[in-house]
């Protein structure tokens, strides 16, 4: 999915006002808490290395939301069945790219490495575009 986008219109009832991190290390903790009350409710162990992955997967998302698409405009987070569900939306309409390592000059590239890590560790990766413009990207990371 991180090669080829798959692009969903996505169309959501007027008024659905959740907290939105406006820093990673908000996200970040956000999807710490979901997991660790869905692993009190079921009484199941979090898997440290599994978290660690979703942990960075938020902080991604909403890093490349700030720095490339203009701001989060909207942030969910669910744990279902065996993962978890981080969305992030922005104002931008541009897909999300791979940037060469080097730049024309033969010159390493600083940065560029979020959406690789974004594909890598999520099992399924979705790109929407928001009907009042921006997108949402959507990644499941797995919790086991």
Known sequence: MCDEHMIESVF???GANRARPCQPAEARRAVERAV?????ATRTPCDA????????VASE???NAIL?????TDFHVDVDGPGVRVSVSD???????TAPRTDPQGRTRHGGHGWPIVCRLSRDVR???LP????????????T
């Open 49 to 56: 290395d599994a978290l660690s992955d979703a942990l960075l």
């Open 61 to 63: 998302l909403t890093t």
């Open 68 to 72: 490339h698409g203009g701001g989060v």
């Open 127 to 129: 790109v929407s575009d």
């Open 132 to 143: 009042s413009g921006g997108k949402r990207i959507t990644a499941v990371v797995p919790l």
């Open 91 to 97: 104002r931008s309409d541009q897909l999300p790219v």
């Open 12 to 14: 959501e009832p007027p």
């Open 36 to 40: 660790a009350e869905r692993c009190r």
